[in-house]
């Protein structure tokens, strides 16, 4: 069978799995790296414990039935010996290996890879400067008509549970590997959009806090909001394009009915990607505002200074004169001369208040 590339799935941890494997041949997937493997035939999951080689052999020789492995973060090693067994590309593989890909979907001959990237919402009291909100994770999927191999890298996400759904659901699981590819796309995507709900509150906080008296937002705040939106954008935006190959039927063969699932993933992720492309847009804004609010502020500090300055500047004026010590000053031999002069300097300066802060500089 010709090598051909897959991507790996990513999501909510929740701690690895035990491989479900068998006494007499389970050694050799019985590794770390190895959550669960197993048989399907026609939706129902085989008993028995087996090796990669025999699952494999099973898979091809019986109708209706494929292979799921699941792998969280497993050893180059490990993914290297699957690769030999299940003909996977090392190019597909190499991917596999690295760290932070983008969603794609790349064929290898009649293998398909795909590169998914999961998220989770961070749960917080407030938003401070450095706030982590957002926190991504990345799943690789190999993709046949014989097998699927999941290969989940980080601690965002999990695939127990959308192992246990399909699995009740024997009629979906029949639809074969893509029906499971449907269903990590699926429950990757309703992830997306809760954040885009908890978000959607932060947003609605910021804007509040900004235009607050007291401006308890800073700009570092609001663009330590945004750089967490970015990064959630960067994991949901480009998920459009593989699905969109998916759903164009020149490259992956999908049953109506699955095609009518994918088609309904694609619509919640259009969704999610106009509710960033919003939030992005109101926090730009936000930071617009609240540069524009530093500046006013800024200004009336200057008008409140130069109006002190302007106060003090006549008695600095009068004082200045008298400092003089001039033998010909009028007031200089006057009983009453200074104590009049005190007097016109405390006019001036509480005519000039009065007026500075009518106009609005004080």
């Given at each position: 069978?010709?090598?051909?590339?897959?991507?790996?799935?990513?999501?909510?941890?929740?701690?690895?799995?035990?491989?479900?494997?068998?006494?007499?041949?389970a050694a050799e997937p019985n590794r770390g790296g190895v959550v669960d493997l197993a048989?399907?035939?026609?939706?129902?999951?085989?008993?028995?414990?087996?090796?990669?080689?025999?699952?494999?052999?099973?898979?091809?020789?019986?109708?209706?039935?494929?292979?799921?492995?699941?792998?969280?973060?497993?050893?180059?090693?490990?993914?290297?010996?699957?690769?030999?067994?299940?003909?996977?590309?090392?190019?597909?593989?190499?991917?596999?290996?690295?760290?932070?890909?983008?969603?794609?979907?790349?064929?290898?001959?009649?293998?398909?890879?795909?590169?998914?990237?999961?998220?989770?919402?961070?749960?917080?009291?407030?938003?401070?400067?450095?706030?982590?909100?957002?926190?991504?994770?990345?799943?690789?999927?190999?993709?046949?008509?014989?097998?699927?191999?999941?290969?989940?890298?980080?601690?965002?996400?999990?695939?127990?549970?959308?192992?246990?759904?399909?699995?009740?659901?024997?009629?979906?699981?029949?639809?074969?590997?893509?029906?499971?590819?449907?269903?990590?796309?699926?429950?990757?995507?309703?992830?997306?959009?809760?954040?885009?709900?908890?978000?959607?509150?932060?947003?609605?906080?910021?804007?509040?806090?900004?235009?607050?008296?007291?401006?308890?937002?800073?700009?570092?705040?609001?663009?330590?909001l945004k750089r967490e939106l970015m990064e959630f954008k960067q994991a949901a935006v480009?998920?459009?394009?593989?699905?969109?190959?998916?759903?164009?039927?020149?490259?992956?063969?999908?049953?109506?009915?699955?095609?009518?699932?994918?088609?309904d993933v694609a619509d919640h992720l259009t969704r999610v990607a106009d509710q960033v492309?919003?939030?992005?847009?109101?926090?730009?804004?936000?930071?617009?505002?609240?540069?524009?609010?530093?500046?006013?502020?800024?200004?009336?500090?200057?008008?409140?200074?130069?109006?002190?300055?302007?106060?003090?500047?006549?008695?600095?004026?009068?004082?200045?004169?008298?400092?003089?010590?001039?033998?010909?000053?009028?007031?200089?031999?006057?009983?009453?001369?200074?104590?009049?002069?005190?007097?016109?300097?405390?006019?001036?300066?509480?005519?000039?208040?009065?007026?500075?802060?009518?106009?609005?500089?004080?």
């Amino acid at each position: 069978m010709a090598n051909s590339g897959r991507r790996r799935p990513r999501f909510v941890g929740r701690g690895r799995d035990r491989a479900r494997v068998g006494s007499a041949d389970a050694a050799e997937p019985n590794r770390g790296g190895v959550v669960d493997l197993a048989l399907y035939v026609n939706g129902v999951r085989q008993p028995g414990m087996k090796s990669y080689a025999a699952l494999y052999a099973a898979a091809r020789s019986t109708p209706g039935a494929f292979v799921w492995i699941g792998l969280h973060e497993p050893g180059e090693a490990l993914l290297v010996e699957i690769a030999d067994i299940f003909g996977l590309h090392p190019l597909a593989v190499e991917d596999a290996l690295s760290a932070q890909q983008r969603p794609k979907l790349e064929r290898y001959e009649d293998v398909t890879f795909l590169v998914v990237r999961a998220a989770g919402y961070v749960e917080h009291d407030e938003i401070t400067a450095t706030s982590e909100i957002i926190n991504t994770g990345e799943v690789r999927l190999f993709v046949h008509d014989d097998f699927v191999i999941s290969v989940r890298q980080g601690t965002v996400g999990e695939l127990s549970s959308v192992r246990a759904e399909l699995e009740a659901d024997r009629e979906q699981l029949a639809e074969g590997p893509w029906a499971v590819v449907h269903a990590i796309f699926d429950r990757v995507v309703d992830v997306y959009l809760e954040i885009t709900a908890s978000m959607q509150a932060d947003v609605d906080t910021m804007e509040s806090l900004v235009f607050q008296r007291t401006g308890e937002a800073g700009v570092e705040h609001i663009y330590q909001l945004k750089r967490e939106l970015m990064e959630f954008k960067q994991a949901a935006v480009p998920l459009q394009r593989p699905l969109a190959v998916i759903l164009d039927g020149r490259t992956v063969s999908l049953s109506k009915e699955l095609r009518r699932y994918f088609r309904d993933v694609a619509d919640h992720l259009t969704r999610v990607a106009d509710q960033v492309n919003t939030y992005d847009d109101v926090l730009n804004t936000l930071v617009q505002a609240r540069l524009t609010q530093v500046t006013v502020a800024q200004n009336n500090d200057m008008r409140k200074i130069a109006a002190w300055a302007a106060i003090a500047a006549v008695q600095t004026a009068i004082a200045g004169i008298y400092g003089m010590n001039f033998t010909f000053m009028p007031e200089l031999h006057w009983r009453y001369g200074y104590p009049s002069v005190l007097t016109v300097m405390l006019l001036t300066a509480v005519v000039l208040y009065r007026y500075l802060r009518k106009a609005g500089w004080l």
